[in-house]
């Protein structure tokens, strides 16, 4: 079973984070969701609901828009709250141990620009260093983001562009957590 | 004069950010506090009177502890939220342009864990490429952080120690600021 922290500040206005998570709903996965800005709009997050539900599930699935290079504000308080001191990190703190981290994002802007002469001059793993050592310090297993672009219509793309892109994010990141679930053969 | 964005979900029970922030308010330099955590406990920040604050200043300072190997949700949203499209990007978002861009952070551990044989892994300019890439979207320039290591006493340090390594965190951010604020002689 997988866990999906859904982190979308406005998910019901979204087009690719919506496809995304209707196709794994439509899935064979074993999904369970929590939409973080529906259950927490004024920012008050449960942290023991947070946390079971984390003990309850091997794979994490982080869904959200990459905004300003980094995660929504609301995905980052989540960190900030729930991974705590003894729960996952510190001498006691290996609740999350071996667990997989599996960060999913959508990006609004074309791939080239996410090049040193792009409008946005960095790769976009260049970016996800938070991500790794956050996995890294809480024991768990960093597994390779699934990140796809083209993912805004602000940024002129045609809706069924967009959804088609959503599309294939999605079948990559299905395929990802079906081999992490898939027992090893001896 | 400065614009200081103090992102610090708990303040007054700081010790490095509060020494820095007093450092700050002792020295000549003309200083403006903007405390986002006091000023909005509910996370619903007032996107007009920041973006006429940004507006009034040339110097940009943000004043916050390292978390999860990034800045506190706080003030993640407050770049959500004010760097809007067309005031701080887009074909008329140059409000911004030329401002300093000085991010001034707190991290709880000692510098020999933030390498790679560290128990952090990475150095923490590895960690800034999202400011980086915020700042030159914004047309702003990109000053080289102001950050200070051992800030933490969770961490097992000293008091006296940490308002030490504090102090000398405001003399360097202090002096960055002039810097900047001196007149080009000719």
Known sequence: MALIILAHPNYEKSTSNKTIIEALEKSSLDIKIRNLAALYPDYKIDVKAEQE?????????????????????????????????????????????????????????????YNTLGEHHFRVMEFCKNLEQTAYYAKMHFINPVYSFGNSLNAGMAPEEVKQNAGFHAKKLIEVVKR???PLVS
């Not at 794979?59 to 991974?83: C, E, G, S």
């Not at 705590?84 to 990190?89: I, K, N, V, W």
């Not at 703190?93 to 999913?104: P, Q, Y």
């Open 53 to 113: 539900a984390l003990l309850r599930h091997e794979n994490i699935i982080f869904q959200y828009p990459f905004y300003w290079y980094n995660m929504p504000a609301i995905l980052k308080l989540w960190f900030d709250v729930v991974f705590e001191y003894q729960f996952a990190y510190g001498s006691k703190g290996d609740k999350l141990k071996d667990k997989n981290f599996i960060a999913s994002f959508t990006v609004g802007a074309p791939e080239k620009e």
């Open 180 to 182: 992490l679930e898939a």
